[in-house]
């Protein structure tokens, strides 16, 4: 049996992409008792995903990085544990002997687009989870982006890398229900970097499309006041101030509405880790627009979908592709994203974690 030790801090910011990882990647780790045992270590009571040690701080962001760098390390004491987990980039310098250290790296677009991040953010990163990553025992990369990003930036031997897929929440593959289903013709996207999301030629590819004149766009996400008004002057001069709008941030439930109801999702980013949204869409029935680019085309979608997000006519050609289908040909490629989705799980990911925390001892 595996005695694990999670620095869960993470897991009391609702509805977070790490937040949920950790959440969906430990109720399943949980169930298999007989394989290993699990505590987590946080700095409130908040939340719960099993037996807690506690270290009580104040919430903002000095304290969670004092946390994450030296209380959690600290917080293991003399507990007998084989494994500490740090599923957010981050390990504590302080270390048990006897431990082994495992890390799972999400994406390092802190260091391809380092002007899309605060610059406090950016050098915390870049030195913080460089070390955890360098000194780990062993990585867990989400994608084989993630650790070809390892390998390059950071000269991490791959053999010292896993590749660990994340998953959705399963409650995304709930059939739609078609009596709430919207009049209105719309496709969406969601984004907290904008510039990253690559919105903006979303923007343009939408208004140079013949075919998708009666639509609207729809985006959700959180955005600063400066990211929503970079957008809305893009919007006003194009003169789109009633086809594009900003949703802000939606609950999981809005999210499963939107991808249930729309004509299709669209996530043109210029570089992600997963792409966990494009799965969603994918797992939730809705057809999907994205990058050639990163991790997207890991998912194996049909290439007349795959964008290069640098070319604003690519992208306005797959929208118009897509509004083209008609029924069936809609349906078989629904089914086909369907199919390629279930190919995650997060049994599957439990599983897999499960191996690259034994393969700490081979290595």
């Not at 390892?150 to 660990?164: A, D, F, M, T």
């Not at 109801?261 to 869409?281: M, T």
Request: proline fraction near 4%.
């Amino acid at each position: 049996m595996i005695r694990i030790a999670v620095n869960s801090r993470i897991y009391n910011v609702p509805s977070s992409g790490i937040s949920n990882y950790i959440k969906f990647l430990y109720d399943k780790l949980n169930e298999r008792h007989d394989e290993c045992s699990v505590f987590f270590l946080q700095t409130s009571h908040r939340h719960s995903l099993g037996r807690l040690r506690v270290f009580n701080l104040p919430k903002n962001s000095f304290f969670d990085v004092l946390f994450d760098l030296l209380v959690s390390g600290l917080l293991v004491g003399k507990s007998e544990i084989d494994i500490f987990h740090g599923p957010s980039h981050i390990l504590p310098i302080i270390r048990k002997r006897g431990i082994r250290y495992v890390v799972t790296v999400h994406d390092l677009a802190f260091e391809l687009f380092p002007d899309q991040y605060p610059w406090l953010f950016r050098v915390y990163y870049r030195v913080a989870a460089r070390y955890s990553a360098k000194t780990a025992d062993h990585v867990i990369a989400v994608s084989k982006q993630t650790k070809h990003d390892l390998v390059r930036l950071y000269n991490i031997p791959p053999k010292y890398i896993s590749v660990v897929s994340e998953a959705v929440d399963p409650s995304f593959k709930a059939k739609p229900n078609l009596e709430e289903a919207t009049k209105s013709k719309f496709f969406f996207s969601v984004s907290t970097h904008p510039k990253r999301k690559n919105i903006l030629s979303v923007i343009d590819a939408f208004n140079a499309s013949i075919k998708l004149k009666n639509h609207s766009f729809f985006l959700a996400g959180i955005l600063s006041p400066r990211q929503k008004t970079t957008i809305l002057e893009k919007v006003e001069r194009l003169g789109l101030q009633d086809r594009v709008h900003i949703l802000g941030y939606v609950s999981d439930n809005a999210l499963k509405k939107l991808y249930n109801q729309a004509d299709f999702f669209i996530y043109a980013s210029f570089y992600e880790g997963f792409g966990l949204p494009v799965l969603e869409a994918m797992t939730s029935g809705c057809p999907v627009i994205t990058s050639s680019t990163s991790s997207m085309v890991e998912f194996g979608i049909e290439s007349r979908c795959l964008v290069d997000p640098n070319n604003v006519r690519e992208i306005t050609g797959a929208m118009d592709w897509l509004a083209e289908l008609d029924g069936k040909q809609r349906q078989q490629l629904i089914n086909t994203n369907q199919s390629l989705a279930g190919k995650y799980s997060w049994s599957i990911s439990a599983t897999e974690t499960l191996s690259a925390f034994a393969a700490t001892e081979a290595t």
